[in-house]
């Protein structure tokens, strides 16, 4: 296992190389943010606790998108989560939390956190 870790690590060190000249040696922070499609927005829409949620999917993707923007404009690097309602219920459920957007966002660092430790595509 060990020399298949190496073996990778040589196959990316033109990528490391690469994205050090161009961010330096610190990269650019990485946050994730949620996405949904209409049909999983909804349904996360039924069980959310939260009263200022935005009810409008249009509305939501729109302010999303603003915001993804503005992040990326400032240099960082944003990853979008798609996410599964039922996932999402799974994970809050074995977490013992409710449907707010503080949780949501915890549920979004769980897997960008994975992601970072294993990014396989």
Known sequence: MKI???IIRLICLPLKIITN???G????????YSWYNRA????ILKTAKDEDIISSYTQWKENAEQTISTLRSRGWFVL???????ELDKWLRHQKLKNLHENRERFIGSKVSKFIGDPVI
């Open 4 to 6: 298949i870790l190496k």
């Open 21 to 23: 000249l161009i961010y």
């Open 25 to 32: 040696p610190t990269p650019p922070p990485i946050v994730g």
């Open 40 to 43: 999983e927005y909804e349904k």
């Open 80 to 86: 979008k989560v798609r996410i599964k309602s039922s």
